[in-house]
Nanobody, 121 residues
Framework: QVQLVESGGGLVQAGESLSVSCVVS????????MGWYRQAPGKQREMVAT???????EYADAVKGRFTISRDNAKNTIYLQMNSLKPEDTAVYYC???????????????WGQGTLVTVSS
């Protein structure tokens, strides 16, 4: 069984930094593109950053220059380094995997349970 487990959320003040990580657990042959999404109260879930297997990344305009996504394929882990945080970055941050190949199946669109990031002004 494949699970995505996020960690590292918390409460910080505006201007500070925070890092979140996501581990993909289970017996896995390969993982495709991975990404971070977030959902603020009363808003729809939105893409924050994505990264392909080869390391190509994309960012939402709102976080460009402040957030950095990275992945460690050997550890089946992705990271999101968030700098110069703003109150509007407050949200639940979700890890997503576009596709996962296991010994038994290919899974698409797997989500983690989310980790809360709160930025106070």
């Amino acid at each position: 069984q494949v699970q995505l487990v996020e960690s590292g959320g918390g409460l910080v003040q505006a201007g500070e930094s925070l890092s979140v990580s996501c581990v993909v657990s289970g017996v896995i042959y390969s993982i495709g593109a991975m990404g971070w999404y977030r959902q603020a109260p009363g808003k729809q879930r939105e893409m924050v950053a994505t990264i392909t297997l080869s390391g190509s990344s994309e960012y939402a305009d709102a976080v460009k220059g402040r957030f950095t996504i990275s992945r460690d394929n050997a550890k089946n882990t992705i990271y999101l380094q968030m700098n110069s945080l703003k109150p509007e970055d407050t949200a639940v941050y979700y890890c997503n995997v576009d596709s996962v190949i296991t010994p038994r199946s290919r899974l698409r669109g797997v989500w983690g349970q989310g980790t809360l990031v709160t930025v106070s002004s």
